[in-house]
């Protein structure tokens, strides 16, 4: 039987237990062993320990650690997603110089240590680079509040951007060349939409615009599964981010789709390629 890896941070596997666990099943039923590794554990992994482990045929990599991944991949082994996508998609000044680069609409955002705050407009939002789940991103309405915030902060480690309509986003769940679902979802209570902070979630359509922002991030990237978040200005949609280590909660309470055996059989096809 081949085996394979499934990457998480120690703090973060036990939440994700029916993923992993699910997860687990649908590579079985695909002849391949499965198996969780905590984050403390490959941090200082060498080849030996790949070798000593067997090489697995691929991992799946949850940590959000684009440098675990990019080292299995100088090793030949397949990383999903790859060290690429976590690199731009885990860090938004990355993603945000990609989406420049690929000429997608993206609200002007600053580094908060680079930007001139007394020429900019309030209310603004200020997001920390690597965070995630909402936990990280402020609204802030005037000069002061900024300055006040800014304090005993790193300022480089923030972006800033202005603040659109709030408590709303798009969240498309794109798996390889392909859009599984997207939602839209809403919190009335929050400006943050984040469905784990108690947002509603309902499945949307894309518009033309959308889907155009997509196929370019498709073009320029090599994804597995990964989310595609869209914020709204006056009804236009700008990309927000790129979900690397993207949940699926949403997904199998809102709907029927096996996304986790759908994103295995992804997996396998893309291993086989390569064989
Ligand atoms: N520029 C913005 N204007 C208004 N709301 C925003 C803006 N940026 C983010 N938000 C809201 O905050 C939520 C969390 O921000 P996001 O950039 O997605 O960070 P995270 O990676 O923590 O989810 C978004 O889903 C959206 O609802
Ligand atoms: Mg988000």
Same mark, same amino acid.
């Given at each position: 039987m081949n085996n394979a890896w499934i990457l998480y941070n120690e703090h973060e596997y036990k939440k994700n237990q029916f993923f992993i666990e699910t997860f687990i099943e649908t590579m079985a039923e695909r002849g391949v062993e499965l198996s969780l590794f905590l984050n403390g554990n490959c941090k200082n992994m060498g080849i030996n320990e790949i070798k000593k482990n067997e090489k697995p045929l691929f991992v799946i990599n949850r940590?959000?650690?684009?440098r675990l991944s990019r080292f299995f991949e100088t090793n030949g082994i397949m990383v999903f997603n790859n060290s690429i996508v976590s690199e731009i998609a885990n860090d938004k000044w990355n993603s945000y110089l990609f989406a420049m680069d690929l000429k997608i609409p993206v609200l002007?955002?600053?580094?908060l240590n680079q930007v001139q705050k007394e020429k900019i407009t309030y209310p603004q939002i200020v997001k920390k680079r690597? =965070?995630?789940?909402?936990?990280d991103v402020f609204f802030i309405e005037t000069l002061e509040q900024l300055n006040s915030w800014a304090?005993?902060?790193?300022?480089?480690q923030y972006i800033i951007q202005k603040a659109v309509q709030t408590g709303k986003d798009v969240r498309a769940y794109v798996l390889g060349k392909r859009v599984v679902v997207s939602f839209l979802r809403e919190n009335n209570n929050d400006f943050r939409a984040n469905y784990s902070l108690g947002g509603t979630a309902k499945t949307t359509t894309l518009s033309k615009d959308q889907k155009n922002i997509i196929k370019k991030i498709m073009t320029g990237l090599n994804l597995g599964l990964v989310g595609v978040d869209f914020v709204f200005d006056s009804g236009v949609p700008f990309f927000n981010e790129l979900e690397d280590?993207? =949940?699926?909660r949403m997904i199998y309470e809102k709907t029927n789709i096996n996304i986790i055996k759908e994103y295995a059989n992804l997996i396998m096809s893309k291993v086989g390629e390569s064989r």
């Open positions: 940590t959000r650690d684009y002007e955002t600053n580094l690597i =965070g995630h789940g909402g936990n304090e005993n902060r790193d300022e480089s280590v993207v =949940g699926t």
